[in-house]
């Protein structure tokens, strides 16, 4: 391999290519070790991310991508701000998620279920697609340039981790906060497992209705009315339920009505918790085995706990003559029977939330099963206590009510799933029903001696290993040097939706394992819409993949774009055109320092203190450049990431390219050969600071920019990658030389937009008559005016006379147009440089043609009907439009008037 193919070219290209750019510069990085941290290393202040660990299954997608480049940014800033940083990459075994692809593969290339293969087959199975397809996602990250520590990489069934899982389990069983209880749950019988709280997804609104049937008294005396949305569950009923103080139904306590279906007697119970008096009819059937409620009911009054729905989906044969239905089939034909027995009572729309499964989004059943649970609550309390007391903070700070809310109402969390692919929970059951939990398989029954044992055939939620993955994966339950370094992790970056199941989780983990917060910050970045706001997804066909825009733009043009979309507490809308936009801004930067390179002519980088500058512009763009140090350094330490590459942005591109390379042509191609250096030292400033500024978001393109740049001026001071500079620290800004300089730019802008404004050619030199007049408030910026910064002025403009005032006002002049800026004024005749007739016959022409677009558009949005029924969008659009021509015909009407002989001020 060559030095040039390692290290990068000795010069750079006509134009930049991002592809061979990109695949270079990782290799180099990687093969050289450039991300590792150092666990040896105790004189460096540590820094340290866990990437939240991806599925295994997963591609890129967008919400990956911004993780990966908001934590890069923080990674490489620390680094090159002298910290010891680390970021631990991994993946997750995805418990769900993995196992339903494998099996659909399965089915459809052998046409087997899993069940055909056998536990232990199948298993292998997963292992072997985890081989092949397990490495996508961390190829993919490599693509967008993130510096991840790959020596470290984890994934959550590895051997250590799996030993770090079992440790966790025995030791909270140990502790009495694992326990094994029958109780409700939420069950997939798509998936067939039981889901916690945090994995169910509530349909808000559902379509649904309320169903009313009479259940008849056992003496015949009567009958009393219930409503459901599930008939179906009536089946499973061991209760009706009133209001102890309902006096419609006092007398009936006590008594017992019987099954219409079945012909068992049910009870009337009281019971004031569960029953509102005001709602249907004031009596509700209690099916304990099939309704979170009902279940505490009948708990609270020892009721018959009777599953009449099983983990199919399907009727048990406790539903009698429906047993063997599937559950939906069973709500229409429990209606038809109690129909006929004239027991119906008719029914109405009832809005519902309805509770579907995360993953398949079947409808989910409520059931009666054993499983393991965490006993919440005492894990819950040290991480409340932990955010109040400041150890963590939340940003945005809005996050931290949400956080404390949930954490104060938490329910014991549900931790065993029915699946073949996970942590296999560490439980062995004698033939007794003793239960051994143990770090290793058992020989024999911890109570009784019984060597015949069966493992507990359920495995563990997903995010159980994954809220150890902060210390475990730095090899606890060993006291590891990279645990001593590293932990507590430094920020936590990542999606607000996962604050429940992952963030918080992992807070109570981190605490009662390791004593000490798993994390100091936590940053919960927007969600990533397309650029109409509407949640991205393959059925609207708004999905980008980011695989695809690097590939066209550049990881650069996409990283940049991310970071300077992402403002806190506000989603990103991304539309291609940003990312264009910003492709177009590496591309400025790249022929700004193509244009430096070849005019650097001899210049030999010393090093040490910033040149001094010998004009005023030298002056003011070194100004400039502190002040944007200063500002992305602020915004970066705020997590105001959108700041941050916002300070870069203008600096780079708005002046340093746009005005200063400009400024610098007149030194650059003089004779003076003390300003000559000059203008080159400080050229060479601006470019390797803006690289060093612009790493953490580009770190392609600086990186290669640095490596040219350091070789032209032969740099031997500065390191050769980017990666082990410095990044610019913050510091005092002339801002003396800021504001003498300003004006002076903001009157060649002035003038440039009175030509762009009255069609005036920049080849026709202004001021051959009647000179351009500018007034001038600021003393020194006169003072600089007279030390031949007019002559400048002159020049950008193509001004063949200026005449500078000093104050606030130039003195008038008829037929002359007149811009105005902070501390100046400045009139341009127009006499004798434009055809005023020909010119006032063009405005005339285009405001007619702005009337009549813009009475249409008015008409359009006067009328109701197309305000009410048009996309709300479109209606925006033509109202910006609207407002667009206003303001144009404003221009014009003004511009007229001053080619009709006004002075340009009103006057």
Request: hydrophobic fraction near 40%; aromatic fraction near 8%; include cysteine.
């Amino acid at each position: 391999m060559s030095d040039e193919t390692q290290q990068g070219p000795a010069e750079l290209a006509k134009g930049y290519e991002h592809g061979e750019v990109e695949a270079r510069w990782y290799r180099s990085w990687r093969d050289r070790g450039a991300f590792h941290g150092d666990e040896h290393d105790r004189v460096r202040p540590a820094f340290s991310i866990v990437l939240p660990p991806p599925n295994v299954t997963g591609s890129l997608h967008l919400g990956h991508a911004l993780t990966a480049t908001l934590q890069d940014v923080l990674v490489r800033w620390k680094k090159l701000s002298g910290f010891n940083t680390l970021w631990l990459p991994g993946t997750d075994h995805a418990g769900i998620a993995t196992q339903m692809v494998v099996e659909k593969e399965l089915k459809r290339t052998e046409g087997k279920s899993r069940h055909d293969l056998g536990r232990a087959e199948f298993l292998k199975r997963v292992w072997a697609w985890k081989e092949r397809y397990g490495s996508r996602i961390g190829e993919q990250h490599q693509a967008l340039g993130a510096s991840l520590d790959w020596e470290r990489e984890r994934f959550t069934m590895d051997e250590g981790l799996s030993r770090a899982v079992r440790e966790v389990f025995v030791r909270l069983h140990e502790e009495g906060l694992i326990y094994r209880e029958k109780k409700l749950i939420n069950w997939c019988p798509d998936c067939r497992t039981a889901l916690s709280d945090l994995e169910v997804e509530h349909e808000e609104g559902h379509a649904g209705e309320l169903w009313s049937f009479a259940y008849p008294l056992a003496d015949g005396e009567g009958e009393i009315v219930v409503a459901t949305t599930r008939p179906e569950t009536m089946l499973g009923d061991t209760a009706v339920a009133v209001h102890p103080d309902d006096a419609r139904y006092r007398a009936l306590v006590g008594r017992r009505v019987r099954h219409p279906l079945l012909g068992r007697e049910l009870p009337i119970v009281a019971d004031a918790v569960l029953v509102d008096m005001a709602f249907g009819t004031g009596a509700v059937k209690v099916t304990p085995a099939h309704d979170f409620n009902d279940f505490e009911v009948g708990k609270r009054h020892g009721l018959e706990f009777l599953t009449v729905i099983g983990f199919d989906g399907r009727m048990t044969a406790a539903a009698g003559p429906l047993a063997g239905l599937d559950r939906f089939e069973a709500r229409r034909e429990v209606k038809r029977l109690l129909e006929e027995r004239g027991l119906a009572r008719g029914s109405r729309p009832n809005p519902m939330a309805l509770g579907r499964c995360q993953r398949s989004q079947t409808v989910l059943e409520p059931l009666l099963s054993d499983q393991w649970y965490v006993r919440i609550a005492p894990l819950a309390a040290p991480a409340i206590e932990a955010v109040e007391q400041g150890r963590v903070r939340f940003v945005p700070e809005g996050w931290t009510n949400t956080y404390n809310a949930w954490m104060r109402n938490i329910h014991d969390w549900c931790i065993s799933r029915q699946l073949w692919w996970g942590h296999q929970i560490p439980a062995w059951y004698c033939e007794a029903g003793h239960v051994t939990v143990a770090r290793e398989t058992p020989s024999a029954c911890a109570t009784c001696g019984e060597v015949r044992l069966r493992q507990d055939e359920d495995v563990l939620d997903t995010w159980f290993s994954s809220a150890l993955w902060p210390f475990s994966t730095m090899g606890w339950p060993e006291r590891t040097e990279t645990l001593r370094t590293f932990y507590p992790t430094s920020v936590m970056e990542t999606g607000h939706d996962i604050i429940f199941f992952w963030v918080a989780r992992m807070m109570m983990m981190g605490i009662h394992f390791m004593g000490e917060v798993p994390f100091r910050t936590v940053y919960l970045h927007p969600m990533v819409r397309d650029a109409k706001g509407q949640k991205m997804s393959k059925t609207k066909g708004n999905v980008i993949d980011p695989l695809d825009i690097t590939a066209k733009y550049g990881a650069d043009a996409l990283r940049f774009t991310l970071a300077a979309l992402t403002a806190q507490g506000r989603d990103i809308k991304l539309a291609t055109e940003r990312i264009e936009g910003y492709r177009a801004f590496a591309n400025k930067l790249w022929n700004a320092s193509r244009f430096a390179l070849m005019n650097l002519g001899d210049h030999v980088e010393r090093g040490g203190a910033a040149p001094a500058g010998r004009s005023p512009a030298d002056r003011w763009i070194l100004a400039r450049l502190q002040r944007a140090v200063n500002d992305t350094v602020e915004a970066l330490e705020a997590y105001r990431f959108n700041d941050a590459a916002g300070a870069v942005y203008r600096f780079v591109w708005h002046e340093l390219c746009d005005w200063y390379i400009e400024l610098a042509k007149e030194a650059l191609g003089g004779e003076d050969e003390a300003a000559r250096a000059a203008t080159r030292a400080v050229l060479v400033r601006c470019l390797s600071t803006s690289c060093l500024l612009l790493h953490p978001f580009m770190p392609f393109i600086t990186e290669e920019l640095w490596h040219v740049l350091r070789a032209r001026v032969r740099a031997d001071a500065w390191p050769a990658s980017i990666l082990d500079g410095r990044f610019p620290a913050v510091g005092p800004v002339d801002e003396g030389s800021e504001r003498a300089f300003a004006p002076i730019l903001g009157i060649v802008e002035a003038i440039r937009n009175i030509r762009g404004e009255m069609n005036v050619a920049f080849k026709t030199p202004l001021g051959q008559g009647e000179p351009v007049h500018v007034a001038v408030a600021d003393p020194a910026t006169l003072a600089l005016v007279a030390a031949g910064e007019d002559r400048r002025i002159a020049r950008l403009v193509n001004a063949a006379r200026l005449v500078f005032h000093p104050g606030a006002s130039t003195p008038p002049v008829p037929q002359s147009a007149v811009g105005v800026g902070d501390g100046f004024e400045v009139r341009v005749p127009l006499a004798g440089v434009i055809d005023l007739a020909a010119e006032t016959a063009r405005i005339d022409r285009e405001v007619a043609r702005v009337d009549g677009d813009l009475a249409g558009l008015e008409r359009k949005l006067a009328t109701p009907s197309f305000v009410e029924r048009a996309p709300a969008e479109v209606v925006e659009k033509d109202r910006a439009r609207a407002a667009a021509l206003r303001e144009a015909r404003e221009k014009l009407t003004r511009h007229r008037a001053v080619l009709a002989g006004g002075d340009g001020a009103g006057r």
